[in-house]
């Protein structure tokens, strides 16, 4: 497993926008299928954001057309641009890679090996 690195965090008024960057401390993300998952208080991890090596995206529902993920292999970075963030959406997010041969989204988080730090996203009304 390698350890990620998320950057972005921060605390936003309802409405704006903010963008997380996850890197890995070492390696590359190429192979490596991609995730964003995040945990409010008292709620269990949930799954927002996911990215294959061949690029093909999914969302969950609650974030769908708000969301969009990324990732730049070059630069060895995912990216998650939230745009129109609700205060429902207040969370620790956490970056997550899973080698990944095939082209395949993984929105679970029990298939994910690496993960990082966490990094909290506070949007406030």
């Known amino acids: 497993q390698v350890q990620l690195v998320e950057s972005g965090g921060g605390s936003v008024q309802a409405g704006g926008s903010l963008r997380l960057s996850c890197t890995p401390s070492?390696?590359?993300?190429?192979?490596?299928?991609l995730g964003w998952f995040r945990q409010a208080p008292g709620k269990e991890r949930e799954g927002v954001a996911f990215?294959?090596?061949?690029?093909?995206?999914d969302y969950a529902d609650s974030v769908k057309g708000r969301f969009t993920i990324s990732r730049d292999n070059a630069k060895n970075m995912v990216d998650l641009q939230m745009n129109s963030l609700q205060p429902e959406d207040t969370a620790m997010y956490y970056c997550?890679?899973?080698?990944?041969?095939?082209?395949?989204?993984?929105?679970?988080?029990?298939?994910?090996?690496?993960w990082g730090q966490g990094t909290q996203v506070t949007v406030f009304a």
């Open positions: 997550a890679a899973k080698e990944s041969r095939l082209p395949i989204l993984y929105v679970s988080a029990n298939k994910y090996t690496s």
């Open positions: 990215i294959s090596t061949g690029e093909s995206t």
């Open positions: 070492r390696g590359t993300f190429s192979g490596k299928a």
